[in-house]
């Protein structure tokens, strides 16, 4: 019984299919293919080329957001002139539905509607899933390190505009400060002028007389 169990597997591991997905082609915001029709032992490998994107499961309901549970590559950050490329994959082990995917980098999901489907239907293909990641307007995920790098991104350029806002701020604060230290400054001198003028003038009458 045993052996015949060993059997089964050593037969499903050589059946077993791998596909390659390669993401980010010629600096484009695509996976090639877009999809692909696979069976359970089968193994999805994606590439990634360029740019800096990820392979993060969704549902066919919400493209642009990520599935609680889902398998997600993280953010895979291609250097510009790179001559080693990272690589991701899974097996799969559950054909009873299509499994749905998206770039979660900014903008790629809802913007270029960069998404990629295993085994989709007549009822629900990849071209409906896509129509509907760019019905979203905005993608869900901020920019994550990618999965964590850019989000981190994302929130250092904001507090980058936050302390430039508060620096303006700040020397408007100066400036508004020295206006009226000037201003003050001038109505000293003024006033010293015009107290200087009086006792001048009153010296003056009183020679004459």
């Known amino acids: 019984m045993r052996f015949f169990a060993v059997v089964a597997a050593l037969v499903s591991a050589v059946a077993a299919d791998t596909f390659t997905v390669i993401v980010g082609g010629n600096s484009t915001i695509t996976y090639n293919p877009t999809s692909i029709n696979a069976t359970n032992g089968d193994v999805i490998q994606f590439q990634f080329v360029s740019k800096n994107h990820t ?101 250092t350029s904001s507090t980058s505009d936050s302390t430039v806002a508060t620096a303006s701020a700040a020397v408007a604060s100066q400036s508004a400060s020295g206006a009226v230290a000037t201003t003050n400054g001038a109505s000293t001198l003024a006033s010293d002028t015009i107290v200087g003028l009086v006792t001048v003038f009153g010296v003056g009458v009183g020679l004459w007389l």
């Open 55 to 155: 392979v993060t499961q969704s549902t066919f309901a919400a493209p642009c957001t990520a599935m609680a549970g889902g398998v997600d590559s993280g953010f895979q950050d291609v250097a510009t002139n790179a001559s080693t490329f990272p690589v991701w994959s899974f097996t799969l082990t559950n054909t009873s539905a299509p499994l749905w995917f998206f770039c979660a980098q900014t903008g790629h999901c809802a913007n270029d509607g960069m998404v990629f489907a295993v085994n989709p239907t007549a009822a629900k293909s990849w071209e409906a899933f896509q129509t509907a990641a760019l019905a979203t307007g905005t993608n869900s995920t901020t920019t994550n390190s990618t999965t964590s790098a850019t989000s981190s991104g994302a929130s």
